[in-house]
C-alpha cells in the first residue's frame, strides 16, 4: 500500500540546494502567473460555481479558496482518493513549505490549470505528466487536513485545535496498522477518476523531501438520477440524515467556532476517517426483513420501519401488537439516533486480496470455501466512512461507543482503517491553508 518513496529518503522539490525563494515571494510569484482565474459568482465561502447555461456538471468548477476547505459542504462528486502521508522533519519549516506546496498546486488544479513546474535534479525531466491535459477539472476539490502529531511540535502544541485526539480503539476494531494515522490527510473528489488520479500524482510529487506516503484509499460513488441518497454495498441508503448545507443546523454539527477552539481554527472542522469492510456474502444471504431489522430501516426505499417514507423521523417508541419494538433495540438506527454529523463517504471494491493474516477475515470468496490456513485470499470492499463535526468527540466517539457495544450491524462489518484530522479553514488568495496556524512563527 504505501508508495516507492520510503520514510527518511529525502529528494529534492522544486528548486536547487542555494535557491531557496523567500516563502511569500514563492507563493505570490505563482498565484501571478496562474492569475485570477478563479470562477466568477463563486457561492459564498464553500459552493460552486455558478455553471452558465448549458454547462455540463463535469466542467463545473469547484472553487479553491474561501472561507471553508471546498470537499466538506460541496454537492458530493463520483470519485475519491484519500492520501495520508507523514512529515519528512517534524518542524515548522517543514510543515510550511509542505502546506505551500500543496495550496498552491491544489488551486492550480481546481482551475483547470497544470500545476506549478518542479525542478527534480534530474535535467531534462518535467513534474508536468500531461496526464490530465484536455481534460476538464470535473468538480475537483482538494481538502487538506492534520492529524495530532503535527501538534507535537513544539511551537504548536499551544495552537492545537481542542478536540484533536488520536481516536481510541473500539470493541471489534480489526485496524490494520497500514491503514491508519498520518500527519496530513488529503480527501481528493472529482467525478472523473483519470482527473482524481492525476491530482494524487501531481500533489505526491510536491512530497519529496517534505513528506512520505503513508497509505491511499481509493472510492466511488454513484447518486440516482432524481438525485436521491446514494445506497451503499449492502443495498440501503446511506446518508438519508445529513443536515443541508447552508442551514444553522450544518453550521452546528460541522463548523469549529471560537472561543470554543483556537482562533486561527474557527471554520475548520474535523474529519474522522474509517475503512469499513462489508461482509457482504453473508449480507448477501440474510432474508431481507432481518436485513431491514439490523438496520432499522426498509432497504426498499430507506423509510425508517413502521414510516412511510425515507425522511420521515424515526418512532424509537412504536411497538408491534406483539408488544415488540418495531425498531429493535440493537438496530444500527436506534444505537446512533441523536448524534448527528456529516457523512461524505464513498464504497470501495479492491477484489480479492490475498497474502495477509486475516484472524477475522473469511476464506476465499467469503462463503468459508477456504484452506483453513490464516494467511488466505478474501473479498475486501465496503465503505470509506468519512464524517464532518465539530466534536468528534461527543459527536463521533460517543457514537461508535454506543455501535461497539451493541450494534446488530457489527456481525456484517470490521474496522480495518482509521484517522483522525484538523480541516483548517479555507484560505484566502496569497495565502496558504492553515496561515493563521503558523503566522509569527519562524
Known sequence: MRDGMEKGKRMPVGRKKGAEVPRRAFVNSVLVTAGAATAAGALAGYGLAEPAAGTEPAKEIVPFYGKHQAGIATRQQRNATFLAADLASRDVATLRRLLDELTLTAAALTRGDPPPERDSGVKGTSSLTDFGTGLSPARL???????????????????RPRHLTPLPMFDGDALNPWWCGGDVLIQ???EDPQIVSHAVRSLRARMPGLATLRWTQYGFLSTPPDGGTPRNMFGH????????????AFDDIVWARSPEEPEWFAGGTYLVFR???????????????????????????????????????????????????VIPADAHIRRASGM??????????YGIVGGESHEHGEGTGEHGHGDGHKNHSRLDAGLLFCCYVRDPEKQFVETQRMLAEKDRLNDFIEHTGSAIVAVPPGAREGQSLAEGLLRGLG
Open 141 to 159: 476539490t482538494v481538502t487538506v487536513g492534520l492529524g495530532p502529531a503535527v501538534f507535537a511540535i513544539p511551537e504548536l502544541a499551544a495552537r
Open 188 to 190: 481528493i473528489c472529482a
Open 237 to 248: 441508503k446511506d446518508g438519508t440524515a445529513n443536515p443541508k448545507p447552508g442551514t444553522p
Open 275 to 325: 475503512k469499513i469492510r462489508m461482509k457482504t456474502a453473508e449480507w448477501d444471504l440474510t432474508p431481507l426483513d432481518e436485513q431491514d431489522r439490523v438496520i432499522g430501516r426498509r432497504r426498499s426505499d430507506g423509510a425508517p420501519l413502521g414510516a412511510s417514507a425515507e425522511f420521515d423521523p424515526a418512532d424509537l417508541t412504536a411497538r408491534a401488537p406483539d408488544g415488540k419494538l
Open 340 to 349: 448527528p454529523m456529516l457523512r461524505r463517504g464513498y464504497t470501495y471494491d
